[in-house]
C-alpha cells in the first residue's frame, strides 16, 4: 500500500501516538505530521502533497470546526476526519455539513 501523506491535529501527545499506531499497522502511517496548536496548523496546511488531515475536535483555543473551514476555504479537495472522543452528536452533523 502506498504511503499516504496525513497531517494531524492533536493537542494530546498520547492520542496522537495512539491514532498513529493504528495507521501505522493498517500500512499508513510512514508520512505523518502532527501538530497541535493553530499557528502550526496553519503552517502545515501550506505543505504539498497533503492526502488527509486528521484533526481532535477539542484543542486549546482553538476547535476541529475552525480548522475544518480553514481547510475547505485553502484545500477544499484534501479529505479531513474527526478523531475525536469528545464529539457529540449535534458536533457531528455539524461537521459533516462542514464538509468533514
Known sequence: MPSVRILH???NVFD???VHQRLIVGGCGK???LVQTEDEFR???NTE???LILADYQLTGFDGLKALRLVRRAKPE???IFVSGEIDEELAIAALKAGA
Do not use: N, R, V
Open 43 to 45: 503552517t502545515a496546511l
Open 9 to 11: 491535529l492533536e493537542a
Open 78 to 80: 484534501i479529505p479531513f
Open 31 to 33: 508520512q505523518i505530521e
Open 49 to 51: 502533497g497533503l492526502q
Open 16 to 18: 496522537a501516538e495512539l
